[in-house]
T-cell receptor, first 115, second 113 residues
């Protein structure tokens, strides 16, 4: 079946602009995660959704970052007033439920470049 | 305490060699340790995972060795192939409410033909 998809694959924006990154999880997966991967680093956790609610947003770096999942499927990561330091690959992952027994399947990521 | 330290940063082996990648952690609450493989332009993909009640797990050419007392675990790739050339990440998580993964910094593996 289809895996996790993310759009756009690449996004270039100017400093100070607003961006939205979209994630389509695997159908039926109730858990959805956002991670950020800077060049040469491992992914860093941003936020976790179980269904429609953000169960853990402890990884969001500041209040410029926000994410929603209104119908418990597609999720959008929103970044306001982008800064050059926000440049990274933003990865989305989904799993059947949010427990350790279930593998997290990652999408290909959105490469965000802030100029 | 939430960190997972990974080494080496990069590794070059000849085809058929056995690359070994090491990770160490501090938080004894971690109870699930997966390894992910990432190719350029792709998201990480789960390779193999282990829980702390097991000292070794083998799946195909990939083996995890786990030393609970030393808080260390490692990935061994038997009979490595050029197609194994990728970045490998160890990770850890605490089972429970979120299952968020804490990743190591990655090891870039090159297997030369």
């Amino acid at each position: 079946g289809a895996g996790v998809s993310q759009t756009p694959s690449n996004k270039v924006t100017e400093k100070g602009k607003y961006v939205e990154l979209r994630c389509d999880p695997i159908s039926g997966h109730t858990a959805l995660y956002w991670y950020r991967q800077s060049l040469g680093q491992g992914p860093e956790f941003l936020i976790y959704f179980q269904g429609t609610g953000a169960a853990d947003d402890s990884g969001l770096p500041n209040d410029r970052f926000f994410a929603v999942r209104p119908e418990g499927s597609v999720s959008t990561l929103k970044i306001q007033r982008t800064e050059r330091g926000d440049s990274a690959v933003y990865l989305c992952a989904s799993s059947l439920t949010g427990t350790v027994s279930y593998e997290q399947y990652f999408g290909p990521g959105t490469r965000l470049t802030v100029t | 305490q939430q960190q997972v330290k990974q080494s080496p940063q990069s590794l070059i082996v000849q085809k058929g060699g056995i690359p070994i990648i090491n990770c160490a952690y501090e938080n004894t609450a971690f109870d699930y340790f997966p390894w992910y493989q990432q190719f350029p332009g792709k998201g990480p993909a789960l390779l193999i995972a282990i829980r702390p009640d097991v000292s070794e797990k083998k799946e195909g050419r990939f083996t995890i060795s786990f030393n609970k007392s030393a808080k260390q675990f490692s990935l061994h790739i038997m009979d490595s192939q050029p197609g194994d050339s990728a970045t490998y990440f160890c990770a850890a998580t605490i089972g429970g409410a979120t299952n968020k993964l804490i990743f190591g910094t990655g090891t870039l593996l090159a297997v030369q033909p």
